[in-house]
T-cell receptor, first 114, second 118 residues
Framework: AQSVTQLGSHVSVSEGALVLLRCNYS??????LFWYVQYPNQGLQLLLK??????LVKGINGFEAEFKKSETSFHLTKPSAHMSDAAEYFC????????????FGKGITLSVRP | GAVVSQHPSWVICKSGTSVKIECRSL??????MFWYRQFPKQSLMLMAT?????????EQGVEKDKFLINHASLTLSTLTVTSAHPEDSSFYIC??????????????FGPGTRLLVL
């Protein structure tokens, strides 16, 4: 079985500050890892994904995440927060590609202060 | 990017009625579609996985007779909430994955359907 832990439910940063959203996973097979963003009353938008290869993954909107197998982590970062980054962020894990079910963490709400 | 649509985006119905939600993959062949349910301020919970032409696989605790899923083509899956009750009120989201093209490596999510049962 797979699981995802996202500690905390809310992160607040100032505009221009570093964003760090933590994600730890558990998987008995090499994982596929994902970060999604959700704006109110909308579906999920893929920010970035790790499948194989390079462990530092760059995504859209300036976000990136690093797969650390030894730490079973896949933390999401952005050097400088923008007001438009305020949203709900979900980390997810699956066993393989697009036809494998996703297991989501409980999500983290990111607030950005002016 | 790939587009998955859902219809309707909002639905309000009376208790006891049935509601059908459509999920369409617009630009790739979706061999697998997933249906999720999301309560306010909570994460997405997988309800079922459907493969084109096959019966859906339901997650533990999800009533298959209440949540009917049909995946009759590579571009369309439907979720029917039968005899809906207020506790079925939720945000339902579908996602689609394929075996070729852009749908091969990741699922693409629909915009969701908000169901309110009075």
């Amino acid at each position: 079985a797979q699981s995802v832990t996202q500690l905390g439910s809310h992160v607040s940063v100032s505009e221009g500050a570093l964003v760090l959203l933590r994600c730890n996973y558990s998987s008995s097979v090499p994982p596929y890892l994902f970060w999604y963003v959700q704006y109110p009353n909308q579906g999920l938008q893929l920010l970035l994904k790790y499948t194989t290869g390079a462990t530092l993954v760059k995504g859209i909107n300036g976000f990136e995440a690093e797969f650390k197998k030894s730490e079973t982590s896949f933390h999401l970062t952005k050097p400088s927060a923008h007001m438009s980054d305020a949203a709900e962020y979900f980390c997810a894990v699956s066993e393989s590609g697009a036809n494998s079910k996703l297991t989501f963490g409980k999500g983290i709400t990111l607030s950005v202060r002016p | 990017g790939a587009v998955v649509s859902q219809h309707p985006s909002w639905v309000i119905c009376k208790s006891g009625t049935s509601v059908k939600i459509e999920c369409r993959s617009l630009d790739f062949q979706a061999t697998t579609m997933f249906w999720y349910r999301q309560f306010p301020k909570q994460s997405l919970m997988l309800m079922a996985t459907s493969n084109e032409g096959s019966k859906a696989t339901y997650e533990q605790g999800v009533e298959k007779d209440k949540f009917l899923i049909n995946h009759a083509s590579l571009t369309l899956s439907t979720l029917t909430v039968t005899s809906a009750h207020p506790e079925d009120s939720s945000f339902y989201i579908c996602s689609a994955g394929g075996t070729s093209g852009r749908g091969r490596e990741t699922q693409y999510f629909g915009p969701g359907t908000r169901l309110l049962v009075l």
